[in-house]
């Protein structure tokens, strides 16, 4: 295993280790997660958004909080996206949603978490928008996947889903996925997996997600290509070209608070580009993945600390 992913894997082994959790959390909001998270509100998030759109970038919401363990802890998360989809429409931002769907309650029943998510694409249809099922760790990726064909099976088609490159699965699950016609959103992947699942090298992992791109590409299907590594956004930039597709049939996306400077020279490319913004007081778990995906941010963080 490369260096890289050995950093990451470890970086995820303490933050996540209940003790320095629990003793992390306490540090708030001090830690420096407003980098990477819009606030704690739905006005925070909303105002986030609007920020972006004005320098040409789409957004897609994420209300963080995942794994609940209560029907009424889902029930709350349900309700939330129900009014920040009407939060949407009523400010008029250039806005869809992404869910998590153990925030649903996917890990109580799934029939509870498929009701949550058909009530919100149901409501996001109704106000023209649309919904991003989200893409957990290995243990939810079959559950994950039949969730969304029994939701394109009743006729619902403003949802689309993830996949993630580091998935020996992955182009399986892109292949059946292209038969539906889905919307994918193509990611690398940031949750901790065994070898026997994912790809255990960084340079394996950025291998595939070329060779997922260029398959999703010929498909012509819409493409989230969900990435910061510029080789990558190079490779679609002139596989797309090579393709004479047109740049309306896939967008960049990235995550708030990294490599605005690379989201702006997109737009000003004629991109199209969609920053996922997460909010919430769940905030936790969705930092350190952050952490992981790029070791330097533990600097930042620290440093953070430190000066407070």
Not at 115 to 135: K, P
Request: hydrophobic content about 45%; aromatic content about 8%; charged content about 30%.
């Amino acid at each position: 295993m490369d260096a890289t992913l050995l950093a990451r894997r470890a970086i995820l082994s303490l933050f996540l280790n209940p003790t320095v959790a629990g003793a992390a959390q306490r540090y708030g909001m001090k830690l420096g997660a407003l980098r990477f998270i819009a606030g704690a509100e739905r006005a925070d998030a909303i105002a986030a958004v609007r920020r972006l759109n004005e320098k040409g970038i789409a957004a897609t919401l994420d209300y963080l909080g995942e794994s609940v363990t209560r029907p009424e802890e889902a029930e709350a998360t349900v309700r939330e996206y129900v009014e920040l989809l009407g939060d949407i429409h009523r400010a008029g931002v250039d806005s869809n949603v992404s869910i998590k769907l153990t925030a649903m309650g996917l890990a109580i029943d799934a029939d509870l978490a498929l009701a949550g998510a058909r009530r919100l694409v149901q409501e996001a249809a109704r106000l023209g928008n649309f919904v991003r099922i989200d893409m957990e760790d290995t243990p939810w990726t079959d559950a994950t996947l039949r969730i969304y064909r029994t939701l394109r099976a009743e006729g619902l088609d403003n949802v689309g889903v993830v996949i993630q490159a580091y998935l020996y699965r992955s182009e399986k699950d892109l292949e059946d996925l292209a038969a539906l016609g889905a919307n994918v959103r193509l990611c690398k992947g940031a949750y901790k997996e065994p070898p026997d699942r994912a790809f255990p090298d960084k340079a394996q992992v950025d291998a595939n997600y070329l060779k997922l791109a260029a398959r999703r590409l010929r498909s012509g299907l819409y493409t989230g290509f969900a990435t910061h590594d510029e080789r990558a956004i190079a490779f679609v930039k002139e596989e797309a070209r090579r393709l004479g597709l047109g740049r309306d049939r896939f967008e960049f996306q990235m995550l708030y608070g990294i490599r605005g400077d690379l989201q702006e020279q997109l737009v000003r490319e004629g991109y199209r580009v969609r920053v996922y913004v997460p909010y919430g007081t769940q905030w936790y778990p969705y930092f350190v993945r952050r952490l992981a995906e790029r070791p330097a941010n533990v600097a930042f963080v620290l440093r953070n600390i430190l000066r407070g």
